[in-house]
């Protein structure tokens, strides 16, 4: 049985009916479904679940769960991340009780391509050496400034793309880099640290990289990176390909994914799905993999209130057709 999660407050219903449609067309040869809608109590998302109603594919059941929340959140604080874990959490927590054998958790400002599904179950059949199953959990890729999917640790939970040794530092704050890092080594501590962490973010957004991503590896050599474009570089249409992260914006996750997805522990600090990938995925040995072959589309709301489309789609043309490409352009909801 297939049960699929979304949760969104008022403040994330402005691609809501795109969404939806999205879902409808990636998810319809399920006869039959259990739709989730995890909110909150505003006259807002009373509407979405009856939009719900009327656009997912007849024979479907929907639930809707509502939380009281006193105001919405529409950025990435602590207290935002709190609740978002807390929607997608009940959501994960009523697909366990409905038995799911998998579970599909979409966010509201993605929409899926109509192959999107059907990828990420063929993934999830793909078999080990014995006949199990090797991934338990596949994600289409999406924008979100760069294509998520890529490399991290534990201690660093996506991987710089770029290190301090491959930009192009002017030599004040190269002194001032090494000398930190010798205080590090020589006597560390909390407040070392802190500097350290405010050194690497100056040069992060003042220093450029010594190259592109094919000149960097040739120059410095191939390293786990963090995000899709400097991962995989030039990948797209026809990959499949593993990760060690992974969004929620577009997740299929096994029934064994499903059972570990929760949130006891967290404290809001970094993201929810970085949460469920370090502190019970990675931990229970369960392998993600990311599927640039059908990536989703991305509707965000910016500070100043504009709705940006972010258009995925593979190269058509020329020696880079395949690779993923994302165009930038107003959301007209239609």
Partial sequence: MLAITVSATKGFLHAWLQCLRGISSSCSHHKEAHFIFCTD???DAEFAAEMAKKELPEGWKISVLKFPFDKDEKDYKQDAQIRIAKLQGAGFAFARKLRADLCLCV????ILPANAMRMMEWTLQMPDADGNPYYDIAACTYPNGLFLGGFGTPQSQIAEDFLPSERKMKPRIKLVLENCEKRMRENPSEKEAKRMARIRDRIKKSCPPDG???EINAKYGWRRRGWMEFAYPGIGEGSIVPSDWCGLGCTLLSKKALQL?????YEGKGTQDLFLCWNRWHPAGLKIACVPHAPCDHIKRQPDGKIIHYRSYHEQVGECRGHLRVRQQPFIPL
């Fill in 41 to 43: 109590e505003s006259k």
């Fill in 107 to 110: 966010e509201s400002d993605t």
């Fill in 212 to 214: 592109n991503i094919w």
């Fill in 261 to 265: 997805a929760d949130f006891n522990g």
